[in-house]
């Protein structure tokens, strides 16, 4: 890994943990305005302060994000459909002039293993790989999971090992049982993601455990900035990523922080 890359790669990362704390807001590029990003520019403002790294849409990023920001961005590269339409449908539809452009960290691109576009999504993959090579991009796979699949040990293996044999520098999947597996099998860096929204307390374990397994971090939208306090959940989070708190102090500070103030 060249010197340009391997500096985009440690922007993201805090100096102390060497883990990262990735703000997903990008979800609005397959779901349109869901709960807690019908404002963006509300979210972002809110909880980026928090944040290593900022995961978001061109769109986002040109149009809600302060050009001040100190935050590395990583930049999302892959679309073509919504919720409405056959999800794994997607092509890239950035070009790596684009990202070099708007000054991001790194790209990332889903994949979807075993989908009915797995071919093509694989393709997106590779190709931007040999593109971002040439200029020392970063390139996240996300392992999106099509919805006849088990998010289990040995799905999330294969998705994952998959994404680093094309290329992929990091990659972005979610949490199961036995999750220490995945990362054995796995040789880049694992970020979990963190899904659906569920209990503060849940997410909390899920990313404790996560770490414990040997993720170097998470990139996780909807249990922020859906949560009941939004800027008490990140910090909360930053305390198990970077500080090794435990879940139940974790959410002691979660409760402690706790100001009311929900996004819409």
């Not at 796979?141 to 680093?164: F, H, K, P, S």
């Not at 094309?166 to 993601?193: H, N, Q, R, W």
């Amino acid at each position: 890994m060249d010197w340009g890359k391997l500096n985009r790669m440690s922007s993201i990362l805090n100096s102390k943990s060497g883990n990262t704390v990735m703000l997903a807001i990008d979800h609005g590029y397959f779901q349109g305005p869901t709960t807690g990003l019908k404002n963006p520019e509300e979210t972002v403002k809110m909880l980026l302060p928090y944040a290593d790294c900022l995961f978001a849409t061109r769109g986002i990023l040109r149009n809600v994000v302060d050009a001040n920001t100190r935050v590395p961005v990583f930049l999302r590269v892959s679309g073509g459909t919504s919720i409405l339409g056959e999800l794994s449908n997607e092509d890239i539809h950035v070009s790596i002039k684009e990202v070099l452009r708007l000054n991001a960290a790194g790209a990332g691109i889903s994949i979807f293993v075993g989908a009915q576009n797995e071919d093509r999504t694989l393709g997106n993959l590779s190709r931007f790989v040999n593109e971002a090579q040439e200029y020392g991009i970063p390139v996240l796979a996300i392992t999106a999971v099509g919805r006849e699949m088990n998010r289990d040990a040995r799905y999330l293996g294969l998705a994952c090992r998959i994404a680093a044999e094309l290329g992929a520098d990091m990659v972005k999947t979610y949490y199961c049982d036995d999750f220490e597996s995945v990362v054995k099998s796995c040789p880049i860096p694992i970020v979990i993601a963190g899904g659906k929204k569920i209990p503060e307390r849940d997410a909390l374990e899920m990313s404790r455990n996560a770490i414990d397994a040997g993720a170097i971090g998470v990139d996780m939208g909807r249990n922020i900035f859906q949560s009941e306090s939004p800027t008490a959940m990140i910090q909360a989070v930053r305390a198990i990523v970077h500080e090794g708190a435990a879940v139940e102090e974790a959410y002691d500070l979660y409760n402690k922080l706790h100001d009311g103030k929900k996004l819409d």
